[in-house]
């Protein structure tokens, strides 16, 4: 791990996330890949439909500049889960070998 980056800080209920902050970052440290991970202080680790769609749109920003997402993680109580262990970064994943 090169580095962790708080980029975003939320309300209880969400929070605005910027794709192209996020490339910023990527790039002025010269990543060749990131994680992304985020908490819900629900306490359920199940992915939103919000949580879906931006890591959708982070990914895609991302691949933009050749710059691989290898997951995205989201604790909640004292779970983790992890899109990649679902399988959501399968077919995305194989676009970079």
Do not use: W
């Not at 980029?7 to 209880?12: A, L, M, N, W």
């Not at 910027?18 to 010269?30: F, I, S, Y």
């Not at 691949?63 to 004292?78: E, F, K, P, S, T």
Request: glycine share 6%; proline share 3%.
């Amino acid at each position: 791990m090169i580095d962790f980056e708080e980029t975003f800080r939320g309300i209880i209920h969400g929070a605005s996330v910027h794709p192209r902050e996020v490339v910023r970052q990527t790039l002025a440290r010269n990543s060749a890949a990131v994680i992304f991970a985020h908490n819900h202080p629900s306490s359920v680790a199940e992915p939103s439909q919000a949580d879906e769609l931006i890591t959708q749109r982070l990914r895609d920003a991302l691949a933009l500049v050749d710059v691989r997402a290898l997951d995205h993680l989201i604790i909640g109580g004292d779970r983790c889960m992890s899109f990649a262990e679902r399988g959501a970064f399968v077919n995305y994943r194989s676009c970079f070998r």
